[in-house]
């Protein structure tokens, strides 16, 4: 069984920070790309930002130059910094994977429960 638990989530004041941590776990045979997802209430689940296993990037234009996505391979974690929040980045953060499980043949799309972001003052 593969899990992905994320963490970090919070409440902050417009302009600040917080990290976002998400662990993958379980019987894992590999780990290709991941990212982050943020769904606010009333609205559509987006991507926020994804890396592959090698390193490459891409990031929603919403939030370019001020969110990062970085991972640590021998964790099997991907993280989240986020700096100069905004209040419309409210929303509920939700951590993704494909992952090969063990045993397994094709990768499969593993999500997290989802962490609160709260950007307000």
């Known amino acids: 069984q593969v899990q992905l638990v994320e963490s970090g989530g919070g409440l902050v004041q417009p302009g600040g920070s917080l990290r976002l941590s998400c662990a993958a776990s379980?019987?894992?045979?590999?780990?290709?790309?991941m990212g982050w997802y943020r769904q606010a209430p009333g609205k559509q689940r987006e991507l926020v930002a994804r890396?592959?296993?090698?390193?490459?990037?891409n990031y929603a234009d919403s939030v370019k130059g001020r969110f990062t996505i970085s991972r640590d391979n021998a964790k099997s974690t991907v993280y989240l910094q986020m700096n100069s929040l905004k209040p419309e980045d409210t929303a509920v953060y939700y951590c993704?994977?494909?992952?090969?499980?063990?045993?397994?043949?094709?990768?499969?799309?593993?999500w997290g429960q989802g962490t609160q972001v709260t950007v307000s003052s």
């Open positions: 379980g019987s894992i045979s590999r780990i290709a790309a």
């Open positions: 890396i592959t296993s090698v390193g490459s990037t």
């Open positions: 993704n994977g494909e992952i090969k499980a063990s045993g397994y043949v094709n990768y499969a799309t593993y």
